[in-house]
Nanobody, 122 residues
Framework: QVQLVESGGGLVQAGGSLRLSCVAS????????MGWFRQAPGKEREFVAAISWSGSTYYFDSVRGRFTISRAYAKNTVYLQMNSLKPEDTAVYYC????????????????WGQGTQVTVSS
């Protein structure tokens, strides 16, 4: 069984930066696609970014150029560097892991983390 644990969320002013981390345990995830989704109050969970097993990256249009996803295979960890944060980025951010073929950006995946809150003040 895979467990995903996120960290790095918090409160930041608009224009600031945060770095989210997601550590996986229970299995080596080098063959998995890893990604981040977010869910704001009253809204559906939405895709943010993903990185394939080979390192290809994908981004939601509204975060492209501001967010960067990366992974450290040896640490079984995926990161999300978030720069130039906006109030509309406020949400709970969830780490996800899945084997190909994946359904993303549809929020369906084999494994979810518990989420970490990101709040951006204006």
């Amino acid at each position: 069984q895979v467990q995903l644990v996120e960290s790095g969320g918090g409160l930041v002013q608009a224009g600031g930066s945060l770095r989210l981390s997601c550590v996986a345990s229970g299995r080596t995830l080098s063959s998995y696609a890893m990604g981040w989704f977010r869910q704001a109050p009253g809204k559906e969970r939405e895709f943010v970014a993903a990185i394939s097993w080979s390192g290809s990256t994908y981004y939601f249009d509204s975060v492209r150029g501001r967010f960067t996803i990366s992974r450290a295979y040896a640490k079984n960890t995926v990161y999300l560097q978030m720069n130039s944060l906006k109030p509309e980025d406020t949400a709970v951010y969830y780490c996800a892991a899945d084997l190909p073929p994946i359904s993303w950006p549809i929020p369906s995946t084999d494994y979810w983390g518990q989420g970490t809150q990101v709040t951006v003040s204006s």
